[in-house]
Nanobody, 125 residues
Framework: QAQLVESGGGLVQAGDSLRLSCAAA????????MGWFRQAPGKEREFVAAISWNGGSTRYADSVKDRFSIARDNAKNTVYLQMNGLKTQDTAVYYC??????????????????WGQGTQVTVSS
């Protein structure tokens, strides 16, 4: 049984917006740091954003700062990634991940133990 399930990806034009969602199957994730990563074809998986267990702290990659926003709703066991001003270079498979730590906003994907299956985001010019 998948513990993290992403949704909301799709094909959009440059400048458009998308909101990704990540639904957690278990309440244990509400005490975890949650992160979003992405991987484009032929490239390594890269950090996008992370959020602390209570949403009080966030961290972003420089490439998405001021365009993307991460949020969580622990009552719904869901983490969101609001993506505005999308660029063609944002095209990738986006993954949600969880690390069993409430506050450390790791950017290294090897620190994250649980992963979703990914959702494709394609931005056309």
């Amino acid at each position: 049984q998948a513990q993290l399930v992403e949704s909301g990806g799709g094909l959009v034009q440059a400048g458009d917006s998308l909101r990704l969602s990540c639904a957690a199957a278990e309440r244990t994730f509400i005490t975890s740091v949650m992160g979003w990563f992405r991987q484009a074809p032929g490239k390594e998986r890269e950090f996008v954003a992370a959020i602390s267990w209570n949403g009080g702290s966030t961290r972003y990659a420089d490439s998405v700062k001021d365009r993307f926003s991460i949020a969580r709703d622990n009552a719904k066991n869901t983490v969101y990634l609001q993506m505005n001003g999308l660029k063609t270079q944002d095209t990738a498979v986006y993954y949600c991940a969880a690390v069993m730590n409430p506050m450390l906003l790791y950017t290294d994907y090897t620190r994250y133990k649980y992963w979703g299956q990914g959702t494709q985001v394609t931005v056309s010019s």
